[in-house]
Nanobody, 125 residues
């Protein structure tokens, strides 16, 4: 499985961006996909996750209301709509996927995710 992110860039505070993740390859089972981010000098943190089939979503508390995760079930594409962006949202954003265990309350545990993209930079000034 390969994941390729796109859509990052520079934006002014208060602006919006939409990230995309294209997935290729064969998943083996129940699929969950997610966005994580890593700011300079900080640990990677979960942003949001979505179950491929049901569309059930999970969000980090600090992202609720500003970020929306969605997916295209047919193509396994993943999206993150970000609005009201703040300078503290500046980070590399990573797409992640897993197919051996669906997402639950501990969705943001890094060790649970088998596949990762290379990341896309988002800079908010």
């Amino acid at each position: 499985v390969q994941l390729v992110e796109s859509g990052g860039g520079s934006v002014q505070a208060g602006g919006s961006l939409r990230l995309s993740c294209a997935a290729s390859g064969s998943f083996r089972g129940s699929i969950c996909m997610a966005w994580f981010r890593q700011a300079p000098g900080k640990e990677r943190e979960g942003v949001a996750a979505i179950r491929r089939y049901s569309g059930t979503t999970f969000y980090a508390d600090s992202m609720k209301g500003r970020f929306t995760i969605s997916r295209d079930k047919g193509s396994n594409a993943l999206y993150l709509q970000m609005s009201s962006l703040k300078p503290e949202d500046t980070a590399i954003y990573y797409c992640a996927a897993r197919d051996r265990e669906t997402c639950g309350s501990n969705w943001d545990a890094l060790s649970k995710w088998a596949y990762w993209g290379q990341g896309t930079q988002v800079t908010v000034s």
